[in-house]
């Protein structure tokens, strides 16, 4: 079965750092970009980077620009979300998707882990 | 940065009516566009990408159109399960960039 398997959030104090991790099963990563996308609470999805199939492109929203970085582990088959001076806004349910190279869009999700940010 | 903006923010019909929603783009996105879904606590479900084609395994009451900066995903006959939440996205150019949704509820 085709997943993606998501963990690594929790509750963290203001300024403080976070890695999200997004795990594959049932396929690897290779040939797949990998996007993340967030939902603060009650809102609605907000696109925040994009790492291509081999690491060699990466895209960021301006707002986690400098502070949040990607990054892939093709070893095991697992991508990150570095997220380093973590601030109230970040509070967030996360999700990684997959990027499907033939539709070119996001066919695929984790089912979201959860990030609040309060001191 | 291409804004999207969805219209209307809800949408009250019953089950069995045609629900249209539309997605305007603050500039030409081609085919750029796809259409998800998202039920409460889940991830997004892709619908349609490219505008108009329907997604692996996704209905056929679900159709998307458009192009350029006008686009609509219609409903053709409403079921129960459609009652949630769609979200447009374009990839026409970095970054990309959601509508900040439409709301379908049972009238």
Redesign the interface.
Known sequence: QVQLVQSGGGLVQPGTSLRLSCAASGFTFNGYPIHWVRQAPGKGLEWLSYISFDGSNKYYADSVKGRFTVSRDMSSNTQFLQMNSLRAEDTAVYFCARRDADLGYMDVWGKGTTVIVSS | EIVLTQSPATLSLSPGERATLSCRASQSLSS?L?W?Q?KPG?????LI??AS?R?PGIPARFTGSGSETDFTLTISSLEAEDFVVY?C?Q?SS????????TRLEIQ
Not at chain 2, 42 to 46: G, V
Not at chain 2, 94 to 101: A, D, R
């Open positions: 750029y796809a998800y998202q889940q991830a997004p479900r892709l990408y490219g084609n997604a979200y996205q990839r970095w970054p990309i960039t959601f509508g900040q949704g």
